[in-house]
């Protein structure tokens, strides 16, 4: 069955290190990718997607993901992670030919001053 | 101007109530989508309809029914509410059927049952 893992619930790090998040997803053909951001009390705000192309992908808040083919992976990166990024993170997979998303569990960050 | 807007943001209701969440976009989209968020953040899709006509419809208790009276609107019904019926519902919408430029979601819906 197709399913996506984020491995990491937390992920603590300091205000101007690097950030990595990691996505896995199961699915027998390329599915469209997504990463989302959910601030406490709000909606999901859309920070990158890739459905074809070049594989590294630059989204908004300086956000950058980079489709794996071989490893099934879709990582969220930032080079420089700022306070306000503390939030929970999504990814999400869309099933071509079925209209229908999945998302992981999250991650969520928590940002040190 | 909100580009997805839900109507209520909270709502506080007795078991076997029913109740009533309403959602309307302004971006021109086809489609819209119901989700429920749980209390360990995990979404599922309810429900999804593409230009007023129902696409997805998850195993949902039929409890819960949606309306939508133009691609505009998506609202969504929940009869004699439970306790686990506790949640944040997202209203969401996106371009076309296939959504592969992504969601653009509502600020949500906190469900709480007593």
């Known amino acids: 069955a197709q399913s996506v893992t984020q491995p990491d619930i937390h992920i603590t790090v300091s205000e101007g290190a690097s950030l990595e998040l990691r996505c896995n997803y199961s699915?027998?053909?390329?599915?469209?990718l997504f990463w989302y951001v959910q601030s406490p009390g709000q909606g999901l705000q859309l920070l990158l997607k890739y459905f074809s192309g070049d594989t590294l992908v630059q989204g908004i808040k300086g956000f950058e993901a980079e489709f794996k083919r071989s490893q099934s992976s879709f990582n969220l990166r930032k080079p420089s992670v700022h306070w306000s990024d503390a939030a929970e993170y999504f990814c999400?997979?869309?099933?071509?030919?079925?209209?229908?998303?999945?998302f992981g569990t999250g991650t969520r960050l928590k940002v040190l001053a | 101007d909100t580009a997805v807007s839900q109507t209520p943001k909270y709502l506080v209701t007795q078991m076997g109530n029913d109740k009533s969440i309403k959602c309307e976009q302004n971006l021109g989209h086809d489609t819209m989508y119901w989700y429920k968020q749980d209390s360990k953040k995990f979404l599922k899709i309810m429900f999804s309809y593409n230009n007023k006509e129902l696409i997805i419809n998850e195993t949902v208790p039929n409890r819960f029914s949606p309306k939508s009276p133009d691609k505009a609107h998506l609202n969504l019904h929940i009869n004699s509410l439970e306790l686990g019926d506790s949640a944040v519902y997202f209203c969401?919408?996106?371009?076309?059927?296939?959504?592969?430029?992504?969601?653009?979601f509502g600020s949500g819906t906190r469900l709480t049952v007593v």
């Open positions: 999400a997979v869309g099933l071509s030919g079925t209209y229908k998303y999945i």
């Open positions: 969401a919408s996106s371009q076309d059927v296939v959504g592969v430029e992504g969601y653009t």
């Open positions: 699915y027998g053909a390329t599915p469209y």
